[in-house]
């Protein structure tokens, strides 16, 4: 059974920094593209970041500058390190686990981040 479980989402100020975490489970997380997204509510589902197979990074125009993607295949954890947070970054966060090779697409629960002003 695949898992994917975010950790680290909870309330910060304006300013401020969270650290979320994604621990994947049932798949080798070093197969696959990872990515963070977030939807606010009452919205769609959109990027956050991603990074690839080989380490190569991508980021949403909103968050350039202030996010870092990373992962540790030894840990099969993908990691979400989010600086200069805004009240607009509220939402929930998802980790994905994308896999053309495998055919696969898989989701965390999600964690809910707050930014207070």
């Known amino acids: 059974q695949v898992q994917l479980v975010e950790s680290g989402g909870g309330l910060a100020q304006a300013g401020g920094s969270l650290r979320l975490s994604c621990a994947a489970s049932?798949?080798?997380?070093?197969?696959?593209?990872m990515g963070w997204y977030l939807q606010a509510p009452g919205k769609q589902r959109e990027l956050v970041a991603t990074i690839d197979i080989g380490g190569s990074t991508d980021y949403a125009d909103s968050v350039k500058g202030r996010f870092t993607i990373s992962r540790d295949n030894t840990k099969n954890t993908v990691y979400l390190q989010m600086n200069s947070l805004k009240p607009e970054d509220t939402a929930v966060y998802y980790c994905?686990?994308?896999?053309?090779?495998?055919?696969?697409?898989?989701w965390g629960q999600g964690t809910q981040v707050t930014v207070s002003s």
């Open positions: 994905n686990a994308k896999s053309s090779f495998y055919s696969n697409n898989f």
């Open positions: 049932g798949i080798s997380a070093r197969a696959y593209n």
